[in-house]
């Protein structure tokens, strides 16, 4: 069974929700070191300022010293969730624009311009699906997306997804 997909970014952050639901029994990862740096010189300097101005001992000096910290951690805060907003697949990628899917008895291949995919059965961790989308997990937070407007009706779109889940469920054993 073969269809083909035009994957859009909207499509992609569909998968990123559903990836993030899966993960949320999971823990954060670790603060980096410089995170974890800035995080306590910027607490240690607040708690400075605070005590400072118990003791009615708060110069302009302490004042700038804490605010340009402050300042230093906010920026570095603000610069990686930039680079967080704008993290995105190309548009005619690997994992945007049109794809071609196709299920067999032993893998579930995706094939798009200048990629190829090819994933046995066995390694799916998991098909879901939502109102719009079929995705196949190979990861905890990766996966193939599979837009149902892609078939001619819902009926074809549950027959694919019928067939999907009955070549997952034969090679679980």
């Not at 083909?4 to 639901?21: E, K």
């Not at 994992?95 to 059965?121: K, M, N, P, Y």
Request: proline content about 3%; glycine content about 6%.
């Amino acid at each position: 069974m073969q269809v083909t997909v035009d994957v859009t970014i909207d499509d992609f952050r569909a998968l990123q929700t559903a990836a993030l639901a899966r993960l949320s029994s999971v823990p954060a990862p670790p603060r980096t070191t410089a995170e974890r740096f800035v995080l306590c010189v910027s607490v240690l300097c607040a708690l400075v300022f605070f005590i400072a101005v118990a003791r009615h001992r708060h110069g302009v000096a302490l004042v700038l010293g804490v605010s340009g910290l402050i300042g230093v951690w906010a920026s570095i805060l603000a610069a990686r969730m930039a680079t967080l907003r704008t993290w995105r697949p190309s548009e005619r990628g690997s994992l945007l624009g049109e794809q071609t899917v196709e299920l067999t008895d032993s893998s579930f291949i995706c094939r798009s311009l200048g990629h190829a995919c090819e994933v046995a059965w066995p390694s799916i961790h998991a098909i879901e699906e939502t109102d719009q989308h079929f995705f196949f997990f190979t990861d905890r937070v990766a996966g193939a997306i599979v837009p149902k407007r892609a078939f001619a009706s819902t009926e074809a779109a549950e027959r694919f997804a019928s067939r999907a889940r009955e070549l997952h469920a034969r090679a679980a054993g």
